[in-house]
């Protein structure tokens, strides 16, 4: 459950760092980071690295892709640039997203265990690192657009899926990108 989603500012997006979960309300749904305005991620395409945030801003507003924005804290010993490094070497680290090899979660959980210290190895699905997350109060804020009907006062229940589910999900896409 994320709590208090405010519709977003997209001017904040631009600094800090955000965990991107975007088609929110799909199982499973696609995880990005985004750092100082740059998104880094996994797909069944393989890495983006250093991409542009506002075009992926326009894709959401475009498709009316229901996101969460849910905003880390930068840690006090990272400077900008450093997480940028941090973020850039684990998604690198992985070839693409595929069963056997990789989801998009695989190098946000590296980036969560390096930057915040956070504990991963048990953590498979973004239901169950964001706890983590809120736990050492490493959230400082959500946001979320297109999800003002999926809302129950201000919170957003991520629906719980498998590894079969996103095992699934990658099959699909692997077959949309064939074509």
Known sequence: ?????????????????????????????????????????????????????SSLLKLIKQRNIETVFVKLSVPPLFTIEQLMDEIRKYTLAYPRVDVGIAT????????????????????????????????????????????????SYNSFCIKKYSMFDIHEGIRKTQEITMV
Not at 26 to 39: C, D, E, F, L
Not at 124 to 136: G, M, T, V, W
């Open 104 to 151: 998009c979660l695989a190098p946000v959980k590296d980036f969560c265990t390096s930057v915040y210290d956070t504990e991963t190895r048990k953590v498979n699905f973004i239901y169950e690192l964001l706890p983590k997350l809120y736990e050492q109060k490493v959230i400082s804020s959500c946001y979320q657009m297109n999800l003002e009907n999926h809302l």
């Open 1 to 53: 459950k994320i709590s208090g989603l405010q519709p977003v500012n997209e001017a904040l997006l631009y600094n800090d760092v955000y965990l991107i979960v975007l088609y929110a309300v799909r199982t499973p749904p696609h995880i990005v980071i985004s750092v100082s305005g740059k998104i880094f991620t996994l797909t069944v395409k393989g890495t983006t690295i250093d991409a542009q945030l």
